[in-house]
């Protein structure tokens, strides 16, 4: 008899994104007339670049002749990408990252999520709370984050580190694990949901951390086009001896808007070992198996970004997105709302108003405002009582927004 996965049952409600589609498409549904604003999911809403469409239509043009078509391509990605990204993304911040330590794929969410494969069941994981819904659930599908706890919210066998106003919003190593030390470290920086950003001295608590008791860290770089403090590091490889103990992981979906598009990279550097064993050759086994490629032509709009006009457009998409998150931030705390994020980032973090919890405040802004957000609690405990908004939307939507929540209810 076949048996099923039972982790999935495990696995509490819907995934998060799904949950405030469905609340949103219910509510319009019941209310045809409502002029509702999105700026829930993280998701893009100016075209691609001149110069990714551009290489885009050379692909198509090479697909229909003979002498240029392609057909299987290096499942790890192509060189001419690969050799662009370490010369760029890594080498003008001084980091040697060497090409075939970078695996082109289809998207951070599938990467960050399918790393696990090359990670024994039992190991311990640390996430920082609140936290990208991906980290955890993925984890919770392989049965390393154990049982759910429906009154605290909490995986037992997830270490949680977690993220309050007191530290910013950016969690610190703990002093003291004991027999909960983890082995896996989940970070993203800046930081999705709340838009904070870790120092060089913070991340390298972590990356010292990890050195000594032979850990590895899952570092999320998603969003790091959006830093724009000079002092705060693009790449976790930025911190002495992080090669040796980090993975990481980057995104073409928030940077040149390429959500539907997907493309994606991890580097994991041949000097990270667990056991003796290359990390880089067990992706790379796992590539080969499982993967057969980011399409070329998808390939070569990637690669537009690494060219003088492909960086300038690219940057211009950047500064649109930041200059809404800064539109939002500012418009809250005039409404007198407590922020975070929105500088080095495109997510804006607020604490509810009257004590509301995270899905009553999503209630508020949807029937009272018309506006789409994402509830903190969705995030984790620790995001209980908190609200993300985003940059991503259109100038005209996020301007209507800003003033429907300064007319609306203030603190």
């Given at each position: 008899?076949?048996?099923i996965?039972?982790?999935?049952l495990?696995?509490p409600?819907?995934?998060?994104?799904?949950?405030?589609?469905k609340?949103?498409?219910?509510y319009?549904?019941?209310?045809?007339e409502?002029?509702?604003?999105?700026l829930?999911?993280?998701?893009?809403t100016?075209?691609?670049?001149?110069t990714a469409?551009?290489?885009l239509h050379?692909?198509a043009?090479?697909?229909?002749r003979?002498?240029?078509f392609?057909?299987?391509?290096?499942e790890?990605g192509?060189?001419f990408?690969?050799?662009d990204?370490?010369?760029v993304d890594?080498?003008?911040?001084?980091v040697?990252?060497?090409p075939d330590?970078?695996f082109?794929?289809?998207g951070?969410?599938?990467?960050?999520?399918?790393?696990?494969?090359i990670?024994?069941?039992?190991?311990i994981?640390a996430?920082c709370?609140?936290v990208?819904?991906?980290y955890?659930d993925?984890?919770?599908?392989?049965g390393?984050a154990?049982?759910y706890?429906h009154?605290?919210?909490?995986w037992d066998?997830?270490v949680y580190?977690?993220g309050t106003?007191d530290?910013?919003?950016?969690p610190?190593?703990?002093?003291?694990y004991?027999d909960d030390?983890p082995?896996?470290?989940?970070?993203?920086?800046?930081n999705?949901p709340?838009?904070t950003v870790?120092?060089?001295?913070q991340?390298k608590?972590?990356?010292?951390?990890?050195?000594?008791?032979?850990?590895?860290?899952?570092?999320?770089?998603?969003?790091?086009?959006y830093?724009?403090?000079q002092e705060?590091?693009?790449?976790i490889?930025?911190?002495?001896?992080?090669?040796?103990?980090a993975i990481?992981?980057r995104?073409?979906?928030?940077?040149?808007g390429f959500t539907g598009?997907?493309c994606?990279?991890t580097?994991i550097p041949?000097a990270?070992?667990?056991?003796?064993?290359s990390?880089?050759?067990l992706w790379n086994?796992?590539?080969?198996?499982?993967?057969?490629?980011t399409?070329y032509?998808?390939?070569?709009a990637?690669?537009?970004?690494?060219t003088?006009?492909?960086?300038?457009?690219?940057q211009?998409?950047?500064d649109?997105?930041?200059?809404?998150?800064?539109?939002?931030r500012a418009?809250?705390e005039e409404?007198?709302?407590?922020?975070?994020?929105g500088?080095?980032?495109?997510?804006?973090?607020?604490?509810?108003?009257d004590?509301?919890?995270?899905?009553?405040?999503?209630d508020?802004?949807?029937?009272e405002l018309?506006?789409?957000g994402t509830?903190?609690?969705?995030?984790g405990p620790?995001g209980?009582?908190?609200f993300?908004?985003t940059?991503f939307?259109?100038?005209e939507?996020?301007?209507?927004a800003?003033e429907?929540?300064?007319k609306?209810?203030?603190v």
């Amino acid at each position: 008899m076949a048996r099923i996965n039972e982790n999935f049952l495990k696995l509490p409600g819907s995934y998060l994104f799904s949950e405030v589609a469905k609340r949103r498409k219910a509510y319009a549904k019941e209310h045809p007339e409502a002029d509702l604003i999105s700026l829930g999911i993280g998701d893009v809403t100016l075209p691609l670049t001149p110069t990714a469409v551009s290489a885009l239509h050379k692909g198509a043009d090479e697909m229909s002749r003979k002498e240029t078509f392609k057909g299987y391509g290096p499942e790890q990605g192509y060189a001419f990408l690969r050799s662009d990204i370490a010369r760029v993304d890594f080498g003008y911040r001084g980091v040697r990252i060497e090409p075939d330590e970078i695996f082109i794929s289809d998207g951070s969410k599938s990467d960050t999520g399918n790393i696990g494969d090359i990670f024994s069941p039992d190991n311990i994981v640390a996430v920082c709370d609140p936290v990208y819904p991906v980290y955890i659930d993925t984890n919770a599908m392989a049965g390393r984050a154990g049982n759910y706890d429906h009154e605290t919210g909490k995986w037992d066998r997830l270490v949680y580190a977690s993220g309050t106003p007191d530290n910013d919003f950016v969690p610190d190593v703990p002093e003291l694990y004991g027999d909960d030390a983890p082995d896996m470290i989940y970070l993203c920086f800046p930081n999705n949901p709340t838009g904070t950003v870790a120092t060089r001295r913070q991340l390298k608590k972590w990356v010292d951390y990890a050195l000594e008791n032979e850990a590895v860290i899952l570092f999320d770089a998603a969003y790091e086009a959006y830093i724009t403090d000079q002092e705060i590091p693009h790449s976790i490889y930025e911190i002495p001896g992080a090669t040796e103990c980090a993975i990481e992981f980057r995104s073409f979906s928030k940077n040149a808007g390429f959500t539907g598009l997907r493309c994606s990279y991890t580097v994991i550097p041949k000097a990270l070992e667990v056991g003796g064993v290359s990390l880089n050759s067990l992706w790379n086994r796992r590539h080969n198996t499982k993967f057969n490629g980011t399409p070329y032509i998808v390939q070569l709009a990637a690669d537009s970004v690494y060219t003088p006009d492909g960086a300038a457009q690219t940057q211009a998409l950047v500064d649109h997105y930041l200059e809404n998150a800064g539109i939002i931030r500012a418009g809250l705390e005039e409404a007198g709302y407590s922020v975070w994020g929105g500088v080095n980032s495109p997510y804006v973090w607020l604490r509810t108003i009257d004590g509301m919890s995270s899905w009553e405040f999503f209630d508020y802004l949807l029937k009272e405002l018309n506006i789409v957000g994402t509830p903190g609690s969705g995030f984790g405990p620790s995001g209980a009582g908190y609200f993300r908004l985003t940059g991503f939307g259109s100038r005209e939507n996020t301007l209507r927004a800003v003033e429907r929540i300064k007319k609306g209810k203030l603190v």
